[in-house]
């Protein structure tokens, strides 16, 4: 009886069936969460680089002219929002992702600066004509303008509602954003011939007018 339970108790410590079974159930879970942890970090940042893409677009097309109408101002916008694909830009309800602004900021001469015009594809996010801003760090000053007094910048600024599709329950929904200022490639109104405010980037505006048309065909 001895021998027979001290031989069955050897053959149970010897016994390897089904180790690498119970081995790959204990570590599935967790391979799992490190696989759809990579995807939907994977997919957040290539959707952030399309937020920052978006911004420098935004701001650069805006700042190639020196006159926007209404309706040129909308066709840009939208052309900004369609950089996101093919990433969606509406949820399942209909409403939009991504929040689209891009405005113009203009300092005097002691460097203050405030919006001049806003507009946004969102009825809440445009800025309000007047606002006082604070210039973003990486607007370094000129040496020879260290106060950043009497210039004016398009100020573009973009937000994203990305919801994890596996992850939700977790992270829930993050937003993704980014800024970006750029000065006007054309200036037509300065300090030299107006007081401030001036804009370098006028909207709303009854032509339009790019810098191509100001600067090599004279005609606006």
Not at 63 to 68: C, I, R
Request: with cysteine.
């Amino acid at each position: 009886m001895i021998a027979s339970l001290s031989s069955r108790a050897r053959d149970l410590c010897t016994d390897v069936k089904a180790v690498a079974a119970t081995e790959f159930a204990i570590v599935l879970p967790f391979m799992l969460v490190l696989y759809v942890g990579g995807v939907e970090l994977g997919n957040g940042l290539a959707m952030n680089v399309k937020v920052s893409e978006t911004a420098h677009s935004l701001a650069d097309m805006v700042s190639q002219n020196t006159q926007v109408t209404d309706a040129r101002m909308q066709a840009i916008l939208g052309a900004a929002t369609a950089i996101m694909a093919p990433y969606p830009i509406k949820n399942a309800s209909g409403a939009s992702l991504i929040t689209i602004t891009v405005s113009e900021v203009s300092t005097d001469k002691d460097g203050n600066a405030t919006v001049q015009w806003s507009v946004s594809n969102s009825s809440s996010a445009a800025r309000t004509v007047g606002q006082q801003m604070t210039l973003s760090s990486f607007t370094a000053a000129d040496p020879k303008n260290p106060t950043n007094a009497n210039l004016s910048l398009i100020l573009s600024e973009v937000s994203y509602d990305y919801t994890p599709n596996l992850g939700y329950s977790i992270a829930g929904t993050v937003k993704l954003s980014d800024s970006y200022y750029l000065f006007p490639r054309c200036s037509t109104n300065s300090p030299t011939t107006s007081t401030f405010p001036y804009y370098d980037v006028k909207y709303p505006a009854t032509t339009i007018c790019t810098c191509i048309q100001h600067v090599q065909e004279k005609s606006c």
